[in-house]
């Protein structure tokens, strides 16, 4: 079974500075995607960025962007210029494609969170 | 364009009731994947609605049912609630046949047994 794992269960960041959050899963797919998922205090998840396993290239939304290192199966993600609107938990998930075309999609495979402050 | 949403937003009830819990998928969507958020923990996956059928099933017991509708808005039911069904309830919105396979939360509904 897949399993993603964060191994940092809070971290500070100043305003401004940037920081980078880890994840590693474990699979023995060899397509899949992964996400990272802000919830604010207010609960919404929000998708920040995502990745498709067969993209060499890292993905890159604005202030925020990915390391994939899928030999290492990991996917840590940078935020720069932090502000403090980034306040929130963060998290990555693991997604499998659907088995067969016109059937449903994967389900997301969820870590347990990094809760990311950001200081003035 | 209307996101995901959830009614209610909390509950109360007592263990060995039942509940209901509604979503209606983004606009354009037609699947809802659900999930339960435990206190401090990440989303746990557990089933999801495509054609009015359960398509996948995490692992949660026959106590959690669930239902969709024609319309794409779907129902989270849970039978002879426990105290640990205590948690915030996730719908999750997408779009089978898209591309991007991203799934769109709602703000959730916060479930407590007492």
């Known amino acids: 079974a897949q399993t993603v794992t964060q191994s940092q269960p809070e971290m500070s960041v100043q305003e401004a500075e940037t920081v980078t959050l880890s994840c590693t899963y474990d699979t023995s797919e060899n397509n899949y995607y992964l996400f990272w998922y802000k919830q604010p205090p207010s609960r919404q998840m929000i998708l920040v960025i995502r990745q498709e396993a067969y993209k060499q290239q890292n993905a890159t939304e604005n202030r925020f962007s990915v390391n994939f290192q899928k030999a290492a199966k990991s996917f840590s993600l940078k935020i720069s210029d932090s502000q403090l609107g980034d306040t929130a938990m963060y998290f990555c998930a693991f997604m499998n494609p659907p088995m067969n075309y016109g059937g449903s999609q994967g389900n997301l495979i969820f870590g347990k969170g990094t809760k990311l402050s950001v200081k003035p | 364009d209307a996101g995901v949403t959830q009614s209610p937003t909390h509950l109360i009830k007592t263990r060995g009731q039942q509940v209901t819990l509604r979503c209606s998928p983004k606009s354009g969507h037609d699947t809802v994947s659900w999930y339960q958020q435990a206190l401090g923990q990440g989303p746990q996956f557990i089933f999801q609605?495509?054609?009015?059928?359960?398509?996948q099933r995490g692992n949660f017991p026959d106590r959690f049912s669930g239902h969709q509708f024609p319309n794409y808005s779907s129902e989270l039911n849970v039978n002879a609630l426990l105290l640990g069904d205590s948690a915030l309830y996730l719908c999750?919105?997408?779009?089978?046949?898209?591309?991007?396979?991203?799934?769109?939360f709602g703000p959730g509904t916060r479930l407590t047994v007492t």
């Open positions: 609605y495509y054609e009015e059928e359960e398509r």
């Open positions: 999750a919105s997408s779009l089978t046949r898209g591309v991007s396979y991203e799934q769109y």
